[in-house]
């Protein structure tokens, strides 16, 4: 997986963010914990899930600790063959050592880490274990390549955001895209065949599968929040708890007038990505419900039309060629579209 973002655009923002609109009272997003275990009772009170490698438990736990120590996080990497093979191969690629005065020859997981930063090598980390859950599963592996694609594109879009604080970085922006789909990936283990179609059709009118999804199965929204718990996100982190709430919230249909700059942005920035994977790598049919989407999110993040240009082109360099799997998925979504 090659995960090079583009940055430095601060030459396509606005100078600030746009305010909050006038036509709303603020709202407080909150964690409620009650709403999460009736999500996860409408499912038979269990989160069957495709279940993280324990090393990415611990890299969660080790990372973000407050004073992480380096030899035992690169121990944890080192225990799970797969992810320290991703991260070699990864910080090894010229494209990713770009930035660096010359190409650094990697030869050790604590090279890796020393050079590209801890919550970038998380980020990697999460990016590889993701490809390690139910290969096997056709549905699981579609959400899992939208998740990775998302993920990608909100690492992108916040590239240029206008300025302000707290700052978003990439990193975290890209590892909000991957939790954001936990809940699609808990109702794929649980629904594996009828939940496919609800997938489909999300990828074309999002808000109208939210609501198949809520009546006959749960929101994935919320057991989104429970999934990212279970991989290793704490509440009791501001960072981590804005990131819950992010997911929690992100189909409130005026997360515009959500207080918390955070949690508004990461909001935004998560739709826009998906409305631009659906129609930029995977041909889904731009309905009206999605163009209002994508609008709104462009608005509260403030992006201009000329950066809104940019981004999809980088996007559409990166996702010139879709996977088999893919092709399928856009197969369904033409025949599906009105």
Not at 33 to 54: C, F, N, R, T, V
Not at 143 to 172: F, M, W
């Amino acid at each position: 997986m090659q995960i090079q973002y583009h940055s430095g655009h601060g030459h396509f923002a606005a100078h600030s963010l746009p305010p909050m609109p006038t036509d709303c009272a603020p709202i407080e997003a909150t964690y409620n914990a009650s709403s999460y275990q009736h999500a996860l009772a409408q499912i038979g009170g269990k989160l069957l899930l495709p279940d993280m490698p324990e090393a990415i438990v611990m890299l969660a736990q080790t990372i973000y600790a407050s004073n992480p120590n380096l030899s035992h996080i690169v121990k944890i990497i080192e225990s799970n063959p797969i992810i320290s093979g991703e991260l070699l191969g990864t910080v090894s690629q010229p494209a990713f050592q770009k930035h660096l005065q010359r190409h650094i020859e990697i030869v050790s997981i604590q090279q890796c880490v020393t050079l590209i930063g801890l919550e970038r090598t998380y980020q990697l980390a999460m990016g590889a274990a993701f490809k390690q859950m139910l290969p096997n599963q056709p549905l699981v592996r579609d959400i899992i390549a939208y998740a990775n694609k998302t993920a990608y594109a909100c690492a992108e879009i916040v590239g240029y955001l206008p300025p302000h604080d707290p700052r978003i970085s990439q990193e975290r922006a890209y590892l909000f895209g991957l939790y954001l789909h936990g809940g699609m990936l808990a109702l794929a283990a649980h629904y594996p065949e009828d939940y496919a179609t609800v997938f489909a059709q999300s990828l074309h009118t999002p808000d109208s599968a939210h609501k198949i999804e809520q009546t006959h199965y749960a929101s994935h929204a919320l057991l989104g929040v429970l999934t990212a718990e279970k991989w290793g996100i704490n509440r009791s982190k501001p960072q981590d708890l804005a990131l819950l709430l992010a997911i929690a919230w992100h189909h409130y249909h005026r997360y515009d007038c959500i207080q918390q700059t955070t949690v508004r942005l990461l909001i935004a920035t998560g739709l826009l990505a998906q409305s631009m994977v659906s129609e930029l790598a995977l041909g889904a049919y731009q309905s009206q419900e999605m163009l209002t989407q994508s609008a709104l999110a462009s608005r509260v993040l403030g992006l201009s039309d000329e950066a809104l240009s940019n981004i999809r082109k980088n996007l559409n360099t990166q996702w010139r060629t879709f996977t088999a799997s893919e092709q399928a998925l856009h197969n369904e979504n033409v025949t599906s579209a009105p």
